[in-house]
Each structure stands twice: as structure tokens, then as C-alpha cells.
């Protein structure tokens, strides 16, 4: 069982950058694509940032390409979201998910991922 552990959330104004956390344990010998997702009240939830399960390959939706960076360090088991130049339509509630898979069309789509943190919240304020 991969339990994710999610950080790094808050408010902050328009303009200003936040980093967020996922910290992954509980797993073995398994390697896992990794995702954050972001969702509003009312709203479906949007994947908005993939990384391979080997960490080569990376995705990000229009809407936060150029601004936000994923990455991971295997050595610490967890997952980062860097995020600049925050916009108030970035309020959101984010969440980190994980699947054990090496597929990176099946990553990237975001559509299968398994195990989910209990998200942290973004409030961006204009």
C-alpha cells in the first residue's frame, strides 16, 4: 500500500511562487509514474503535471506550462511541485497521486493512477 503525504500549500498573492511536497511510503519494489492534480469545488479535478516513473519524461497542461516544475528525488521518496508566478485562478485544492506502471502514454494520461494524497490547499489572491 503507497500512502502519499501532501505539503506546502497556503496563501499567498498574485505573483508570488509556492513549493509543494509529496512524500510516498509504504511501497517496495515498485517504480511509479507520479502526478499532481488540482480541483475545484464544482469542478472536475485536471492533471497538471506528469513525470515518468524513471524521472526522463515530463508533461504539463497549458495552463501551467512555463510557470510550474515537477520533479522528484528518489533519495528522499518525494515528489515536488514548484510553482511561480502564481495566478488566483491556481486556487485550487492539489493533490499528489502515483501509479506503478512504466507505460509514459498511460502516465501522462492521467486517467489510471491508483493511490492519492489527501491534498493541500492553494489559495492565490489577486
Known amino acids: 500500500q503507497l500512502l502519499l503525504h501532501e505539503s506546502g500549500g497556503g496563501s499567498v498573492p498574485a505573483g508570488e511562487s509556492l513549493r509543494l511536497s509529496c512524500v510516498a511510503s509504504g511501497y517496495r519494489d515498485s517504480t511509479y509514474c507520479m502526478g499532481w492534480f488540482r480541483q475545484v469545488p464544482g469542478k472536475q479535478s485536471e492533471g497538471i503535471a506528469f513525470?515518468?516513473?524513471?524521472?526522463?519524461?515530463?508533461t504539463y497542461d497549458d495552463s501551467v506550462q512555463g510557470r510550474f516544475t515537477i520533479s522528484r528525488d528518489a533519495s528522499k521518496n518525494t515528489l515536488y511541485l514548484q510553482m511561480n508566478r502564481l495566478k488566483s485562478e491556481d486556487t485550487a485544492m492539489y493533490y499528489c497521486a502515483a501509479e506503478a506502471t512504466l507505460d509514459w502514454g498511460r502516465c501522462r494520461s492521467g486517467t489510471e493512477f491508483t493511490f492519492w494524497g489527501q491534498g493541500t490547499q492553494v489559495t492565490v489572491s489577486s
Open positions: 513525470i515518468s516513473a524513471l524521472g526522463g519524461s515530463l
